[in-house]
T-cell receptor, first 118, second 109 residues
Framework: DTAVSQTPKYLVTQMGNDKSIKCEQN?????MYWYKQDSKKFLKIMFS???????INETVPNRFSPKSPDKAHLNLHINSLELGDSAVYFC?????????????????FGPGTRLTVL | GQNIDQPTEMTATEGAIVQINCTYQ??????LFWYQQHAGEAPTFLSY??LDGLEEKGRFSSFLSRSKGYSYLLLKELQMKDSASYLC??????????WGAGTKLIIKP
């Protein structure tokens, strides 16, 4: 009955490879997010997505691409991995962006995926 | 630009009270969130303030002053399990959360 799940939990790969991280939420939320948390612990938004709009943080390289097969899933695909991509990636979801019927849009986080690029 | 400032680390004693401050500057404002993150785990929601004043929830309280761009998280009757990072985040006009780097709270017996 996990609310937001991610796979894999750990991912170790070589520079230049392409990899994907999967995320699923069973909360019925309309909006999903990908965050990167680096060694300094800053949580940086990479993408937010609902069935209407994809918002991309302009600082995210285009090697990163979100793919959403349906409302409950938002996968992260990374091409040509670089050493600097090593970090923990968190998926999260919330009811909706700007939904006025919701008092606040609490975000629920997945357990994280620790990516190490060698 | 958008900026969230909070202390990097704080130390407190079990049973005591600690206040973690946060100042924010964001493009628009749709509320201030506090999250708790234990080492190696995901952030979990603690509190949300959008109006000025104090919101109390058990041992934890959160305060907001919109005119000062300031919030604090107050933790009472500290327990060892409260050792964690506490993340302040402001929701901007696009409903995006802008996060601080977190305050690592160390509780000593």
């Amino acid at each position: 009955d996990t609310a937001v799940s991610q796979t894999p939990k750990y991912l170790v790969t070589q520079m230049g490879n392409d990899k994907s991280i999967k995320c699923e939420q069973n909360l019925g939320h309309d909006t999903m997010y990908w965050y990167k948390q680096d060694s300094k612990k800053f949580l940086k938004i990479m993408f937010s997505y609902n069935n209407k709009e994809l918002i991309i943080n302009e600082t995210v390289p285009n090697r990163f691409s979100p793919k959403s097969p349906d409302k409950a899933h938002l996968n992260l695909h990374i091409n040509s991995l670089e050493l600097g991509d090593s970090a923990v990636y968190f998926c999260a979801s919330s009811q909706d962006l700007g939904d006025l019927s919701v008092t606040y849009n609490e975000q629920f986080f997945g357990p994280g995926t620790r990516l190490t690029v060698l | 630009g958008q900026n969230i400032d909070q202390p990097t680390e704080m130390t407190a004693t079990e049973g005591a009270i600690v206040q973690i401050n946060c100042t924010y500057q964001t493009s628009g404002f749709n509320g201030l969130f506090w999250y708790q993150q234990h080492a190696g785990e995901a952030p979990t929601f603690l509190s949300y303030n959008v109006l000025d004043g104090l919101e109390e929830k058990g041992r934890f309280s959160s305060f907001l002053s919109r005119s000062k761009g300031y919030s604090y998280l107050l933790l009472k009757e500290l327990q060892m399990k409260d050792s964690a990072s506490y993340l302040c985040a402001s929701m901007d006009s696009n409903y995006q959360l802008i996060w601080g780097a977190g305050t690592k709270l160390i509780i000593k017996p």
